[in-house]
T-cell receptor, first 115, second 115 residues
């Protein structure tokens, strides 16, 4: 196990609603990243937080937002849910170091279904 | 152009045999890292192996080795002595020096190991 925990494991929402997903990072890690994995695809980078500030963002609209707390836990918030937001949302934690060899440790994800 | 290409949607191998999963990548960065992750049906992405662009030797981690051919921009994963528990999705991913800590993933290869 990686020590990264996500909650809830499954969630069903309707179009237009808002959702908050939670992640607890591995002990000692100071960076958290969120990824969206649609069915049959590889994970897509949403954004990353380092020391409680957004530190990089993928091609996702502003209705995807996040927070990182002093204890390095994190939230992903999605407003005005759309059907295409249905996916597995993965949280990954890491310890900021050498850029290219920094290893990400993933949680088991939250499966979000939007009806 | 896709940054990470995995051309094998699915692979079959018999237990105890070796298998190679293909990955090619595209980057203009001189410094980058290549990763392989395993994703079982539980959803968690499990780190397997890392290769840095400046590493002269191919990476090895137990039964996993990475066949790195820089000129061809390929980073194939070799699993020796396959086990039933190796059945899962396998993703190749890259971190570019210019990309903070973000990973770009391929679409994955489903590996099925039969008795």
């Amino acid at each position: 196990e990686t020590g990264v925990t996500q909650s809830p494991t499954h969630l069903i929402k309707t179009r237009g609603q808002q959702v908050t997903l939670r992640c607890s990072s591995q002990s000692g890690h100071n960076t958290v990243s969120w990824y969206q994995q649609a069915l049959g695809q590889g994970p897509q980078f949403i954004f990353q937080y380092y020391r409680e500030e957004e530190n990089g963002r993928g091609n996702f609209p502003p209705r995807f937002s996040g927070l990182q707390f002093p204890n390095y836990s994190s939230e992903l918030n999605v407003n005005a849910l759309e059907l295409d937001d249905s996916a597995l949302y993965l949280c990954a934690s890491s310890l900021r170091g050498e850029r290219t060899n920094e290893k990400l440790f993933f949680g088991s994800g939250t499966q979000l279904s939007v009806l | 152009a896709q940054k990470i290409t995995q051309t094998q949607p699915g692979m079959f191998v018999q237990e105890k045999e070796a298998v190679t999963l293909d990955c090619t990548y595209d980057t203009s960065d001189q410094s980058y890292g290549l990763f392989w992750y395993k994703q079982p049906s539980s959803g968690e992405m499990i780190f397997l192996i890392y290769q840095g662009s400046y590493d002269e030797q191919n990476a090895t981690e137990g039964r996993y080795s990475l066949n790195f051919q820089k000129a061809r921009k390929s980073a194939n994963l070799v699993i020796s002595a396959s086990q039933l528990g190796d059945s899962a999705m396998y993703f190749c991913a890259m971190r570019e020096e210019s990309g903070y800590s973000t990973l770009t993933f391929g679409k994955g290869t489903m590996l099925l190991v039969s008795p």
